[in-house]
């Protein structure tokens, strides 16, 4: 799927320290469709005075998911976690009152989250959204 100036996306990192998170962003210009020059919405330059800008290659950029309201979720279920300006792919691990505990493989941590900071999780599979429920 190409993308055009404009169109609103989520860019997929893969540097140390972001694996597994998505960040909106708004697609500034098209580089034959195998990068994308990037404009963050959450994520800043290091001086903090403009929206962050990056050149990303094509498989780090997805349309915007589905936005599936979800009230419950069940143990082992794939979620997305709002945390540090943006999207992180975890699994529900618990629940305590209003909070749902998150596992994140790839950091060896559990965090609580209340339900307004999550999401399911989808995966974007050759042009089609698919749902990750459960691993």
């Known amino acids: 799927m190409a993308f055009l100036r404009g169109d609103e996306v989520e860019g997929c990192s893969k540097q140390v320290g972001f694996v597994g998170s998505y960040y909106a962003a708004t697609v500034i210009n098209n580089y034959g469709n195998k990068s994308y020059a990037v404009q963050y919405k959450n994520l800043v330059t290091e001086d903090k005075s403009h929206p962050l800008i990056e050149i990303v290659s ?4 997805r349309p915007l998911p589905p936005k599936v ?3 419950w979720f ?5 979620v ?3 945390d540090n300006d943006g999207w992180w792919v975890g699994k529900v691990s618990g ?3 209003f909070d749902y505990f ?3 493989d790839t950091y060896g941590v559990e965090i609580p989250y ?4 999550l999401r399911p999780h989808f ?3 050759n042009g089609k959204w698919v749902s990750k429920k459960r691993v």
């Open 114 to 117: 209340p339900t307004s900071r």
């Open 80 to 82: 997305d976690a709002f």
């Open 95 to 97: 629940r305590q009152g």
């Open 123 to 125: 995966e974007w599979v």
């Open 58 to 61: 094509a498989d780090e950029v």
């Open 74 to 78: 069940a143990s082992f279920d794939v």
């Open 69 to 71: 309201s979800a009230t």
């Open 102 to 104: 998150v596992f994140f």
